[in-house]
């Protein structure tokens, strides 16, 4: 299975946020400086792209004040389509991060309540117009989490790109934090959005959230179980792709990648990342990969390949987001790394 070769936008739906950082070994409680970056995991995904070549659009809200402008901005300067971003009163969401530091793991602070995204209706959205000649619409689980009005519009972007005969791309990206702030059933409705999806990025934890049952083979076998699993349940998935990372430390770790499609599948050679200078991100700059592999018709290995080499460059970027060119992305391995002269 691939995407039919397309010049079409990938149309990425969810809400953009605002990063700001401590320095590495300064807490936040004990900090006096922040940096900041504009992310937000569908973001994330098409600033990738687009660096790569592929047309986006950004689907989104964003408050009427300097730091929805200078999210906009940002994407603007990616090469991200912004037309369909809309306006309204209220707030950006934010989140603080503190890097991680020598044995101490990073950590995120969420303050996002009540961003102008949350509050914001379907009717707020122009879905149709946003969607109009689109290869792809991809979105992710954050959306709902953020309560029922995101409960809402991801169902609204679902329908809209299902009712127009477009594929969906749908990112699992589980947020326990956001869906146990309310009264959730996140398995009905996650289980209700990945019912119109294409491509589904997740493992089989995701896989076993949405069937309420576990898969009690070991690595490769546990995985294709809940593949299959998944397949069996979900009539319109023909691919997943998902990540294994194993955490030897915060500055150094190992990532394998793979793509199961109904009849086959290919799991990448485990590479080993050191040292890890930001991996806030990776899953979306893999998403990115596998998505620009599928829109040109690539085999499963060819998806796997790429969305690794990716992931393993975001590593090495400070930041929610990765820019890189195609000749950066062909040259790229990920076993080692020397100077480009």
């Not at 995904?45 to 950004?58: E, F, H, I, K, N």
């Not at 699993?229 to 023909?238: I, M, V």
């Not at 990776?282 to 690539?298: C, H, I, N, P, Q």
């Amino acid at each position: 299975m691939s995407g039919a070769a397309s010049t079409g936008p990938v149309v990425c739906f969810g809400e953009m946020l605002l990063r700001l950082s401590s320095e590495a070994g300064t807490p936040l409680s004990h900090g006096n400086s922040l940096h900041l970056a504009v992310g937000g995991a569908e973001a994330n995904v098409a600033v990738a792209l687009a660096s790569l070549g592929q047309p986006t659009r950004m689907l989104t809200v964003l408050p009427r004040n300097p730091l929805g402008r200078r999210a906009l901005g940002a994407l603007r300067e990616a090469g991200v389509d912004m037309s369909y971003a809309s306006h309204s009163d209220g707030r950006i969401g934010l989140y603080f991060f503190e890097p991680p530091s020598g044995p101490i793991g990073g950590r995120v602070t969420y303050d996002r309540a009540g961003s102008a995204f949350a509050q914001s209706q379907p009717a707020d959205l122009d879905f149709t117009g946003a969607l109009a000649g689109a290869s792809l619409l991809h979105l992710s689980g954050i959306t709902p989490a953020l309560g029922p009005d995101g409960v809402k519009l991801a169902l609204a972007a679902v329908r809209a790109a299902s009712d127009a005969g477009i594929p969906i791309c749908f990112d699992g990206n589980y947020r326990a934090n956001l869906w146990e702030s309310w009264d959730s059933d996140p398995r009905a409705i996650l289980t209700e959005l990945v019912s119109h999806a294409t491509i589904l990025i997740g493992n089989h934890r995701d896989i076993s959230l949405l069937l309420g049952k576990t898969f009690s083979g070991d690595g490769p076998d546990r995985r294709r179980e809940a593949a299959e699993a998944a397949f069996e349940a979900f009539g319109r998935l023909e691919m997943i792709a998902s990540t294994a990372r194993h955490v030897d430390s915060a500055t150094a770790q190992r990532l394998s990648a793979r793509v199961d499609l109904r009849a086959s599948h290919w799991q990448t050679d485990e590479v080993r990342i050191a040292p890890v200078v930001d991996r806030i991100g990776t899953g979306d700059a893999y998403a990115a990969g596998v998505l620009l592999r599928w829109l040109e018709g690539g085999s499963a290995q060819d998806m796997a390949k790429t969305g690794l080499a990716l992931a393993a460059m975001k590593h090495g970027v400070v930041g929610d987001s990765i820019s890189v060119t195609r000749a950066e992305l062909e040259t790229f391995d990920p076993a080692g790394a020397d100077v480009s002269r």
